[in-house]
């Protein structure tokens, strides 16, 4: 089977007991031979016994979702001593990486095979589009950068886990967080008979391993290769929509972050005094056009279009924030997260959206978008209720189509104008200089009608003469 691999790369399986090759060759009785007259009878025979023993000791095939760091390095070759067959699966979803380092680590340190997966297409089309579709915002600030990528990666690494014939999963998320969730909720929607090894969920591994220390260590012992730079006295999570950052001198929610935290946005006040303005164009939706008024640049594929939003976003500082949220597993945290792009679409999208639908169908979907929010925060993009939920929302947004302009400057994004052939808006209807299909005369009866339950309310329960 032919395994897909970062470009450049050659697909790799990698068979770590040398009495793995007497059993790949196997059903060729002419390579049998071949190896007798290199080996004699004895050594065949040990060779063969070695191999049996293997396989009678292995507990089985895991994949595990491999960054190539400190953590999941020392989680490999810990799988590899409790007697697991180790595939490690990487993705690529826009974060800065040396996906050939990754590989070559993973290679060294015995995984049976090797899988870099580009999915950064897959992120913004199947993913991060429904997000903006739905004005997809937690707790009214964050917009689930983290949260939408979770079930992209986990949805891979089943496939994978399938394919090989993998009885069990793995990840490096730790036991307090939401990540352990929306991995593994997704895994069992998509998985159900898969067995899932979370080793900060198990005493043995955290109770060996209560820190950085720890781990550096192991990794000495072990012939992990360990970090030759310092590490930020924060945790950062990276992908194509956002960077998040938690943990360390973040944790005291008083502390300012050091301004040199943020990786993907200018400061605001050193970002360019020159406005860019740009033109987005939706369809159902989803943008599927951005062109750059100053200078004629224009992208019109999804990856392409969401990448030079985060790269003109990014450039003046959009899409920042720090705020204090609600873990789904019960206790608060703080987070700083960076959305260049993903904020100047939301802007777009709500212009767009409030200009083509009808009101009580966006009150609607209001609510559903917040329902979205909760349960793609919580880990539930595969439930049945998300997936009803996905639905009713790309129902809505049939006739959200049209162009919004709109200008990115100092860290904000300030709408210019929009456009639509489904617009409805009626310029004469509204207009103050013209009468139009309305008689203001209906607007009385229209007031009387409204105000029966306010007069009775108050006439009824004695209010009218309070003073309020």
């Not at 939706?282 to 969401?306: E, H, Y």
């Not at 189509?401 to 300030?414: A, D, F, I, T």
């Not at 207009?431 to 139009?436: A, F, K, R």
């Not at 299909?437 to 309070?466: K, M, W």
């Amino acid at each position: 089977m032919t395994q897909r691999v970062a470009k450049g790369s050659k697909p790799y399986s990698r068979v770590s007991e040398p009495s793995t090759l007497l059993l790949s060759c196997a059903p060729h009785r002419q390579t049998h031979a071949s190896l007798r007259l290199e080996r004699n009878p004895l050594q065949v025979s040990l060779l063969w016994l070695l191999q049996q023993k293997a396989l009678i000791m292995s507990k089985g095939k895991v994949v595990l979702a491999y960054s190539g760091g400190l953590d999941t390095s020392c989680i490999l070759v810990w799988l590899k001593e409790q007697g697991y067959d180790v595939i490690t699966y990487l993705a690529n979803i826009g974060q800065d990486e040396d996906f050939e380092a990754a590989r070559k680590k993973a290679e060294s340190l015995g995984a049976k095979k090797v899988f870099i997966e580009d999915l950064r297409t897959e992120f913004v089309e199947d993913f991060i589009w429904p997000a903006v579709q739905a004005n997809a915002v937690y707790e009214d600030r964050y917009l689930l950068g983290t949260a939408v990528a979770r079930p992209c990666i986990a949805r891979r690494q089943v496939e994978i886990a399938r394919r090989e014939g993998a009885q069990y999963v793995s990840h490096g998320a730790t036991g307090k967080g939401n990540d352990q969730i929306r991995f593994e909720l997704t895994c069992y929607a998509l998985y159900p008979e898969v067995k899932i090894i979370a080793p900060w969920r198990i005493p043995e591994f955290y109770n060996r391993f209560r820190g950085r220390t720890d781990l550096m260590e192991y990794a000495r012992e072990h012939g992990i290769p360990v970090p030759v730079t310092p590490r930020a006295p924060w945790s950062m999570d990276a992908n194509l929509m956002h960077i998040s950052y938690e943990s360390g001198i973040l944790e005291n929610p008083k502390s300012r972050a050091p301004a040199d935290l943020y990786l993907m946005t200018k400061n605001p006040e050193d970002s360019p005094n020159v406005q860019d303005v740009l033109e987005i164009e939706f369809k159902k939706g989803v943008p599927v056009k951005v062109t750059n008024m100053n200078d004629g640049i224009s992208k019109n594929t999804a990856l392409d279009v969401f990448s030079y939003l985060n790269e003109i976003g990014g450039k003046h500082g959009v899409g920042r924030i720090d705020i204090v949220e609600n873990r789904f597993i019960g206790m608060k945290s703080r987070g700083i997260y960076e959305t260049p792009g993903g904020t100047v679409l939301l802007k777009a999208h709500l212009d767009i959206e409030t200009f083509t639908m009808d009101k009580e169908v966006r009150r609607i979907k209001q609510g559903l978008g917040i329902k979205f929010s909760e349960l793609v925060y919580n880990g539930f993009w595969y439930s049945p209720e998300c997936n009803f939920v996905r639905h009713c929302i790309a129902k809505s947004q049939e006739n959200v189509e049209g162009k919004v302009q709109l200008s990115v400057l100092k860290g904000q994004v300030y709408i210019l104008g929009r456009e639509s052939p489904k617009s409805l808006y009626n310029e004469e209807l509204v207009s103050m200089d013209v009468q139009g299909d309305y008689d203001p005369c209906d607007a009385s009866g229209f007031i009387r009608i409204n105000a029966v339950r306010l007069r009775e309310h108050h006439r009824l329960q004695g209010l009218s003469s309070t003073k309020q």
